[in-house]
């Protein structure tokens, strides 16, 4: 195989996975769109995090909602709980590094808000956690993930919205994350905006 090629293969197996993607998340991922703007209209806020290249997808989230995505709109409450080095550090110090992301849930989450809780394997530890203080505080749970939705999908209750992309391959789930976070945002600007 020539690098073009294995390159090209990259393109029509991201393309392939998308378009599968395309008639299984489209409903689910239409109803999390509206229950994150039900949120905002009742002045909550949408709390989000992952690791890895998913803390980059919780950021890239966190700031679409906050600056804007497509259109100019005033901005919106969002928090990027994989940010704050001293936070995290401290955390993972004096407990654990699991309990991250769920003690800044707990310190910040109120009922009404929405957790989006990204895993591309759905069996994070710390995103476990975070989805665990999440039900405790009567949030809302959009998880991201992929496979077979792992231990995360398993935990997730009646009002939450699992977006699971059933592929194997950590980057073609990667890539539908970010294309999901996309749609979410469209849509989130088109309910509150109106318009095309």
Do not use: W
Request: glycine content about 8%.
């Amino acid at each position: 195989m020539t690098l073009i090629s294995r390159i090209e293969q990259h393109f029509d197996d991201s393309a392939q996975v998308k378009l599968h993607c395309k008639t299984v998340l489209a409903q689910p991922t239409s109803e999390a769109a509206q229950a994150i703007v039900t949120c905002l209209l009742n002045d909550g806020k949408v709390l989000a995090c992952g690791n890895g290249g998913s803390a980059a997808d919780a950021q890239h989230f966190a700031a679409e909602l906050v600056n804007r995505f497509e259109v100019e709109r005033p901005g919106l409450p969002a928090i990027a709980l994989t940010t704050d080095s001293s936070v995290i550090t401290s955390i993972a110090n004096d407990y654990d590094y699991k309990l991250i992301f769920s003690k800044q849930v707990r310190a910040l989450g109120m009922a009404g808000d929405v957790l989006i809780a990204i895993s591309t394997s759905g069996n994070s530890p710390n995103v476990i956690e975070a989805i665990r203080a999440a039900h405790e505080r009567g949030m809302i749970v959009v998880a991201l993930t992929g496979r077979d939705g792992g231990a995360m999908g398993a935990m997730l209750q009646p009002g939450d919205f699992h977006l699971c992309v059933p592929t194997e391959r950590t980057a073609r789930i990667q890539e539908v994350h970010l294309l999901l976070i996309h749609c979410l945002c469209d849509v989130i600007d088109h309910l509150l905006l109106g318009g095309e």
